[in-house]
């Protein structure tokens, strides 16, 4: 799932070191001014290394969010058989939102502003959207009958706008925001609740 790296992923340890030497460098020069090669002598790395972590420059950005595409899909299959989909795709969004809290936030989301408007940091964050896309609309395809595909596949849509939405809110919050969980509860529950009833209606 993740847009970052080639089967086999690295440690996570590593992909940090990485990460946090070329935020430091953003920081400090800017996204535009700081090289990859910068980014791996900093971190202490070659540049052919830098690679093995990330396809890109953009990509550091996204460590957070890559590891909660392949979250989502685990929780998604682990769904019990007799759960209504939507009950499933909030219990499986709400699973990955709890592992972020006050000390665990997306760079993406806090530090976009040294990005300012950069296609490439852009580009890469619609990839990231379209992978956690794809894992809510093959879910649904495989529970729903085919009636109710199409509302199914608006329900995963809905859900991660509505997921983003309580992501960016909760990032904004600063010091006092919590777990993000809470927030994508929320946001989730009566958006769930209301396609579940349609769906329902479509499937009969």
């Known amino acids: ?58 990509d550091v950005f996204w460590v957070e969010i890559d590891d909660s595409a392949d979250a989502l899909v685990a929780s998604l299959a682990a769904a019990p058989a007799d759960l209504p989909v939507m009950e499933a795709i909030r219990r499986a969004l709400l699973d990955v ?35 956690h896309t794809r894992a809510l609309v093959s879910f649904t395809d495989a529970r729903l009958p085919p009636a109710a595909r199409p509302l199914g596949h608006a329900a995963c849509y809905a859900s991660l706008g509505a997921a983003l939405a309580a992501a ?23 958006l769930c609740a209301g396609f579940q009833q349609a769906i329902d209606a479509a499937a009969r």
Do not use: H
């Not at 970052?4 to 940090?16: A, E, T, W």
């Not at 920081?27 to 093995?52: C, D, H, P, Q």
């Open 168 to 190: 960016w809110d909760w990032a904004s919050a600063g010091t006092a925001r919590g777990g993000l969980e809470p927030w994508l509860d929320a946001a989730l529950t009566p």
């Open 97 to 131: 939102a709890s592992t972020f809290g006050p000390g665990r936030v997306p760079w993406a989301l806090t530090q976009y502003t040294l990005i300012g408007g950069a296609d490439q940091l852009q580009a890469s964050g619609m990839s990231r959207l379209a992978d």
């Open 1 to 58: 799932m993740s847009s970052s790296i080639s089967p086999g992923r690295p440690p996570v340890s590593s992909r940090q070191m990485l990460q946090e030497a070329a935020f430091d460098l953003f920081l400090e020069k800017g996204y535009e001014a700081t090289t990859i090669a910068e980014i791996a002598r900093v971190a202490g790395v070659s540049r052919n290394t830098f690679f093995n972590y990330f396809a890109g420059k953009s």
